[in-house]
């Protein structure tokens, strides 16, 4: 992998998720385990596309991809492998366009290894665009509750539990289905056409995922050239400060770590990988 690859670090979290989707998302977005933020969909949107360009998400979720493409001036189609995560992406369109929105926006429900056939043919070499993250693993932060003498309760922490999502296919699995999806992605680009993915490593058994670094190679085994390697940060900066934004349960597995002796510090930012058609 080129170790010259431009870089440069997004301030993408100078307001919390919270505040970020207020008012611009329905309600019920919040029951999605592992939304991308809002402002990184903005900046990777606005940094890699043009209004009137045509923007694609294989993995949508909720549809963060596609509302602020719509917003933006652009158009955008998604892919969401789960039903009622995709009728929730529809109504954030839905809610999207009753704002203001301009751009068009449709959501298919389907597997997004295979988006390239589920797209529309007339799409394919027209997409400026494909803008999206997958799933780590099959339970993630969610949300928690303190419950007064009970300790805290989880819940939405959950993708699915359909053993053919990609949230429990395992990691060998995971980089397998990226890679026919990237493939597939290839097929949609236009010319100098961009695939940006957000990313981060996890800790498993002790040892840390390198799966940014993973995915920046299989992309390129895909067709697609390695553009740049940014940092999204998930914390916000006041002057030369951090402002902490780590979720509960992100706090709780440090505490835990070091409390066994094993240091760990907290994630404080997203890998933001981007390819270039060729």
Known sequence: ????????????????????????????????????????????????????????????????TLVEAVHSGRDAIGVEYEQPWAELARGNLAHARSEGATGHGEVICGDGRHVASLVDPAARGLVALVLTSPPYGS???????????????????????????LAHVGLAGLLDAMR????????????????????????????LIDLPGALARIGEEAGLVLHERNVALLCGLRDDQLVPRASFFALEQVRRARARGVPRLVTAHEDLVVWKAP
């Open 180 to 207: 026919v999806m990237l493939t597939g992605t290839a097929v949609l680009l236009r010319r100098g056409g961009f695939v940006a993915m957000t990313l981060r490593p996890w800790w498993r058994g002790g040892r």
């Open 139 to 165: 339970s993630l932060h969610g949300q928690v509750k303190a419950i007064p003498g009970a300790g805290v309760r989880k819940s939405h922490d959950r993708y699915s539990t359909d053993p053919a999502n």
């Open 1 to 64: 992998m080129p170790t010259d690859l431009p870089l440069s670090v997004w301030p993408t979290a100078q307001q919390p998720a919270r505040a970020q989707r207020k008012g611009r998302y329905v309600e019920l977005s919040g029951t999605h385990p592992a939304r991308m933020l809002p402002a990184i969909a903005q900046r990777a949107i606005a940094s890699y596309s043009h209004p009137g360009d045509l923007v694609v998400d294989p993995m949508c979720g909720i549809g963060t």
